[in-house]
C-alpha cells in the first residue's frame, strides 16, 4: 500500500484524536516498519488493517465508520498533492467517469508498483453514474469517503447508495445521483 | 510540560527523523535510477542517429549507383550532379565540363520539351517524358525521363532530378512492329482473296477484296451478320462449322458458299474458315479467306460439258479406241474397238491387250509400248487375231496417258482395220514385181532381138557393096539401081533397129541430171542434122538453162527438129523453138510453115511405128520417143496443125520433177 495512504491516515488521527491515541496506536500495534512512513514509500497492507483496528479499540468508534472517515479526509491531501489530475475535470461525475481510463493511469505512472481497485461503469448519464468496485482490499467504505468529498470539492453534494455483491465487500455497486 | 508528553513528542520526533531518512535514502536509489535509465537513453539516441545517418547516404548512394542513368540539374537544365551511368551514356562529365541538357534535345523535340519542363516546374514532376537526343559521340538515342523537383528548406524549387531510361531499342521495335503491321495490312489488302474476321456471325473486319468483290462496304458490313449475304452450297454447314470451333472439336473447314453482292448477282466462294483462340483455348475470331471460284465453277461445267461430248464422239467414231494401263491391262473400251475386235466389252476390259487379242508382232508392241513410257505418241502397224480367229490388220496410233500429276498411268490407243488395205497393197506390190520382170524380159529382147537383128543387116550391106564393086562390069543399069535401093533398104532397117533400140532404153537408162543450156543443145543439133538448103532454123529468144538429162533433151529435140525440117515444100521454110515459162513447167514450141499434119493423125503420131507418108527417112519411132522422155519428165506433148498450114508441136517438162528414176 502507498506510503500517501499511511502518512494521510497517521496525519487525520492526530488531527482528530490527538498524538497520545496515535502514539497508542503505533506502539500497540508492533509494526514490522515502527510506524516510520513516508509517502514515497510502500508498506504492508497488514499495517493498515492493524492501525486501523487499533484505532477502533482506542477509540470504540466501527472500523467502517473510520474507514468512511478516512476516506473524506483523505480527498483533501491527494487534491493537494496532485492538483494538476483534479483540474482536468469540470464535473465530479466526469471525475468518477475517468478513475479507471485517466486517473489510475496516472497513478500507474508515478508508482508502477501500485495496487489499485477497478471501477467498472455499469450506466452513466448527465446527473448519474452507477458502477462497480472491485478490490481485494474491500475498502469500499474508503472509496464512498472519496465520492462524497469529490463532489463536494466541486460544490455539490450527491445520494450515494452503495449495495454488497459480496459480503467481504471486495465487489460494491454504487448508486451515485448527483443533487440540484 | 510532563514527562509523558515529552517522551510522546520524542517518539514521533524520532519516527519522522526516521520516515525523513528514509525517504531520502529511496529519493537517492530513484535518482540513481533516473541517472542509469537517462543514460541509456542517451546511448539508445546516439545508436538512432548513427542509424538514421547511415540510411541518409544509403539513399544517396543508391541514386548514384542506380544502374539507370541518373541526373540532378538547376532549373536552367545544366547538369549538377549525375551518375556514372549518366556520363557512360551520355557521355558527358559535368565535373570536366558544363552540360546543359537542353543542348542535346533534337530539334523536332525542342517545343515539346519546353512545355514538359513547364508542366514539370507547375506540377512539380513529370512522368514519360520522350524525346530524341544526340548523345556526345553522335548517336541518335531514344530516351524516357521521369524527374521530379528539388525544394530548398523553404519550399522554393531549386532544380530537378530524373532517372533516364535509354529507349532506344524499344522505339526501334515498335518502329519495326508498326511497320510489320503496315506490311501485313499491304499484304491483307492486296491478296487476292477476300479476308474477314469475325465474332459468332458477326464481322468485326474485312479486307478491300472482299469489299469489292460484293459491294458493300466496311461499315455495312459491320451491321449484317455473314447468313444476311452469304448461304452454303458445299461442304459441312456453316452454323455446324461454328458450333465445332466454338467446342474445340475443329481449327479449320473448308466450305464452298454463295455469296450475294449488294447490286444484285451472286459469286462461289470457296471459304476456308480457321479459328483463333485465346491463350485458353477459347474461340475469339473466326477467320474466314473467300476465293472467288464462280469462273472455276463455270470452266468445270464447261469441262464436263466437253467431256460428255468427247465421250459420245469417242462412242461412236468408227475408230476403235483402248485405254490401257502401265501393265498393258484395258481399262476402256468403245463400241467400234469391241466391233473390230469381236469381243464384247465384258470380255475385254481387265484383261491384258496383247494376250486377248492374240498380238502377232509382239516385239513391235514391246518396242513401242517402250518408247510409249518414254512420252512419246507413235503408230505402227500391228498383226492380231480377232475372236473369230481371223488375222487383222489394225493400224494403232497411241499416245501415253497422265494423271493430275503429270504421272504415267497407261497408254490410249487409236485402232483402224486396215486389212483390206494391206490386201490390196500386197497385191499390187505382186503386180509391180510382176511387170517389173517382164518390162526388164522385154528390155533384154528388143536389145537382143535389135542386136541379131543388126549383125545379119550389115552383112547383106557388106555383100551388097561387094557385088556392087564386084560385078559393077557385069551388072546393067537396073541392076545396079536395084542394089542401090537395097543398100537404102538397109540403112532405113538399121536405123529402124537403132530407133527400137534408143525406144526401149529411153524407158530405162537412168536419168543424169545436170545443169543443162538449151540454146547449146540446138545449136549442136543444127550442126548434126540434115538441114535442107531452104529451110532457116531460129531461135526468137534466148533459151533457158534447165535441169534435166542433157542426152535426153538432145533427143527430146532432135527428134522434133529433124521432123520438121524435112517437111517443108514451101520456098523459104522457118522453124522457130520458143519458150514459155510456167509456175511448174516449161513449155517449148516448134513451129513450122511445112506441109502441116491431118487432124485424124494428131494422136496416132506419138504411137511407135506410126509415120505419115512414105519418107525414107521416118521411121516412125522418132516421136514416141519424144513422148516417153516427155513423160519422164511428167509433161505433156501436144500438136496443132492443119494439112499446108504448118504445124507447131507443144511440150512441156516439169522444172523438178518428182519421179526421175522411176
Known sequence: MKGIVFTEFLEMVEQKFGLETLDNIIENGQLPSEGIYTSVGTYEFNEMVTLITGLSEETKIPVGDLIYAFGLYLFAGLANSHPEVIKNYNTPLGLLYCIEDHIHVHVKKLYPDAELPTFKILDKTDTNIVMVYSSSRGLYRLAHGLIEKAFEHFGGTATISYELLKDDGTEVKFDIVQNG | MDNKEVELLKRALERQKKARQQAEKILEQKSTELYETTRRLKESNSTLENLLSEKVSELDGVFVNIIDPYVVMDLQATVIKMNASAKEFLGYDNTKEKVNLTNLVQEDYLQYTAESF?????????????????????DEKWIE???????????????????????????????????????????????????????????????????ELLGYTEAEFKTMQISDFSKDIEGTPSQEIGKQMAEGKIDTAVVVKRYYKKEGGCLVGKTSVSAVRDAKGNLKYTLAMVEDITREREAEERLNYEREKYASIIANMNLGLVEVDTNDVIQLVNQSFCAMSGFKEEELLGKKGSDILSVQNKSVLDEENEKRIEGESNSYELEVINKEGLKKNWLVSGAPRYD???????????????????????????????????????????????????????????????????????????????????????????????????????????????SVDLNEVVESIKESIFIPEHVNLVVPEKLPTISADRTKMHQLFQNILSNAVVHIEKEVGLVEVLFVENRSHWQFSIKDNGVGIPKEYHKKIFEIFQSIGANERSTGIGLSIVKKIIDRYEGEVWVESEKDMGTEFHFTIKKEPTNLNS
Open chain 2, 118 to 138: 513547364k508542366y514539370l516546374l507547375e506540377i512539380g514532376t513529370l512522368k514519360n517524358y520522350r524525346s530524341k537526343i544526340t548523345v556526345k559521340n553522335g
Open chain 2, 404 to 514: 493430275n500429276d503429270k504421272k504415267l498411268i497407261g497408254s490410249v490407243g487409236i485402232h483402224l482395220d486396215v486389212t483390206e488395205q494391206k490386201l490390196l497393197e500386197e497385191q499390187k506390190e505382186l503386180l509391180v514385181k510382176e511387170l517389173e520382170q517382164s518390162n526388164k524380159g522385154l528390155q533384154e529382147y528388143a536389145h537382143i532381138v535389135s542386136h541379131d537383128l543388126k549383125s545379119p543387116l550389115r552383112s547383106i550391106s557388106a555383100l551388097a557393096t561387094w557385088i556392087q564393086d564386084d560385078y559393077k562390069d557385069v551388072l546393067d543399069e537396073a541392076g545396079q539401081e536395084n542394089l542401090t535401093l537395097m543398100q537404102e533398104k538397109v540403112a532405113s532397117m538399121d536405123k529402124l533397129i537403132q530407133g527400137i533400140l534408143e525406144y526401149s532404153t529411153a524407158n530405162n537408162s537412168a536419168l543424169d541430171n545436170s
Open chain 2, 145 to 211: 525521363i521521369n524527374s521530379s523537383l528539388i525544394y530548398n528548406t523553404k519550399q522554393e524549387p531549386i532544380g530537378a532530378q530524373g532517372i533516364i531510361r535509354d529507349i532506344t531499342q524499344e522505339m526501334e521495335i515498335k518502329e519495326l512492329l508498326d511497320q510489320q503491321r503496315k506490311q501485313l495490312d499491304i499484304i491483307v489488302e492486296s491478296s487476292p482473296l477476300g479476308i474477314v474476321l469475325s465474332v459468332g456471325s458477326k464481322i468485326i473486319k474485312s479486307n478491300s477484296t472482299f469489299t
